[in-house]
């Protein structure tokens, strides 16, 4: 194990020596361009500057696989701040004061709001708890996923996941085909059921950061999640029926019948803060602070400032080490873990944002021409997201588009809530309708799609569930959701 970290180590350093001598070709001095909010100059940035952000993505898929399956709960931290300076050292001795900006930029209006906001969802859900007897029928098992596809676009994916998947295998703890409980689990309440706001999902999170209104995902999105989400349910309750009367259809008396109570119901107060705190930023306009030349609004200050509060009032009136979070089996590892690992992916992936962000100007002027289509933003989003991470590939994405059709960030809002309507605009709306269905809904393709995926993995296999591993759930999701995917291309982005 440590000569493979070793080796990792060295091809990290040779990495890193190639980017700074291929940025410092290509940057012949201090460039002010075009890239969004980015200083550096997308036009002049080499393809290999990505090299980074493809390679911590590639080492969160394969590490597990090749070297342990528990390498991003010890390493992780590691390996992203490896990747991460790979890539922050060549650039900021290349383009330095640009450089330090974008870097800061990113980290201050990208990631540290998205991870309050993960945070804040995560601690809340911790502290309540489902009590009670639930015997793991077809019905009930149903009504489960049913409930949490519905309230995931509330408390967030990762909520609903960390608040439903215990009840849900301990109610099944009785059967013995388990497996297609949790795929369906992630497929709908981890992934799909995220999709009508921006707390229900981290990429519409981000989308919801860059200027879309809180609740077009509401109605741009609802014709799709529904559609696909009856299906899957639907399904769900044949294959859970056939896989109980196989096993004789008969639920186990024990003589326990516990009444079904869900306590803690008082953090709701503070789920409905954290809903009202991130409305607010959206509604108001306080003005800004300048730091370091990155400009930070007031209102998204005091977004931030709430949803850390409520997460704190949740754990005063639920500790962390009292009995409903014990009961839980609440621990901030799986925060932890997500932190750490995003904290190099939004480093890394700066590059990639500048260079999509001057669209046919940059290095990747041919996979933007060749991306015209609604059907194309929808699929290339949709497979990206699978491997690499929903939530960056949307923010990749939303980029491309608005540089496709030549538009700034400035007039999102006023084209998707219908100010602006001209044929470009109108492209808009749909390109990012595509681009925001296909990160939420192919997030559920693999385990690292999104973040809760690889939770409710971890905590099903801490139950004694015996998952498939990392290619073998894919033959779940490519058997079922892909051809599901082709019918919503059809129905919905032709």
Not at 16 to 39: I, P
Not at 287 to 308: A, C, E, K, P, S
Not at 424 to 430: P, W
Not at 453 to 465: D, L, P, R, W, Y
């Amino acid at each position: 194990m440590k000569s493979k970290l070793a080796s990792f180590l060295i091809l990290c350093i040779i990495v890193g020596l190639t980017l700074a001598v291929s940025m410092e070709t290509f940057a012949a001095d201090e460039t002010h361009g075009e890239g969004g909010h980015f200083r550096v100059d997308g036009s002049i940035l080499p393809i290999w500057s990505i090299i980074p952000f493809v390679g911590i993505l590639l080492s969160i898929a394969l590490f597990p696989l090749l070297l342990d399956s528990h390498f991003l709960v010890h390493h992780g931290g590691k390996m992203s701040l490896a990747w991460a300076l790979l890539f922050a050292i060549p650039y900021l001795v290349v383009f330095r004061g640009d450089a330090f900006h974008d870097i800061l930029y990113i980290y201050l209006i990208d990631y540290i709001p998205f991870i309050i906001l993960l945070w804040g969802l995560f601690t809340v859900a911790g502290g309540i708890l489902v009590r009670g007897t639930l015997r793991g029928t077809p019905m009930v098992n149903t009504l489960l996923l049913l409930i949490g596809t519905v309230i995931a676009s509330w408390i967030g994916t990762t909520g609903a996941s960390m608040l439903l998947i215990r009840p849900l295998i301990k109610a099944n703890a009785y059967r013995k085909s388990k497996v297609h409980l949790i795929v369906f689990f992630i497929f709908l309440v981890s992934n799909i059921g995220g999709s009508l706001t921006p707390l229900g999902d981290p990429p519409l999170f981000l989308g919801f950061l860059h200027g879309v209104p809180f609740f077009w995902t509401t109605t741009a999105l609802f014709p799709h999640m529904v559609f696909i989400s009856v299906i899957l349910i639907v399904l769900f309750f044949i294959i859970d029926t056939f896989m109980f009367k196989r096993e004789g259809g008969i639920v186990p008396d024990d003589g326990v019948n516990e009444p079904i109570r869900v306590e803690g119901l008082f953090n709701l107060v503070f789920l409905f803060g954290i809903v009202a705190a991130v409305l607010m930023s959206g509604s108001f306009k306080w003005g800004d602070i300048n730091v370091l030349g990155v400009h930070v609004y007031w209102q998204n200050i005091t977004r931030d400032v709430l949803i850390v509060v409520m997460g704190l009032l949740s754990l005063k009136f639920t500790p962390f080490s009292g009995e409903l979070r014990q009961s839980n089996e609440f621990s901030w590892e799986p925060i932890e873990e997500v932190a750490k690992v995003f904290a190099g992916i939004f480093m890394t992936i700066i590059p990639a944002l500048t260079i999509l962000g001057v669209g046919t100007k940059g290095a990747l002027s041919g996979l933007i021409g060749a991306i015209q289509q609604p059907s194309h933003y929808f699929w290339i989003t949709g497979i990206l997201s699978s491997f690499l991470d929903n939530a960056p590939t949307y923010l990749t994405f939303f980029n491309t588009a608005l540089g496709k059709l030549e538009l700034t960030e400035a007039v999102v809002p006023q084209i998707l809530s219908g100010q602006l309507t001209e044929p470009h605009h109108l492209e808009f709306v749909r390109l990012l309708t595509a681009i925001s269905v296909g990160a939420v809904f192919m997030g559920a393709n693999t385990y690292i799609g999104n973040a809760p995926n690889f939770m409710v993995k971890s905590i099903a296999e801490q139950s004694g569930i015996r998952m498939p591993s990392f290619f073998g759930y894919m033959l779940w999701s490519v058997a079922i959701l892909f051809p599901l995917f082709v019918v919503v291309t059809f129905v919905f982005l032709r």
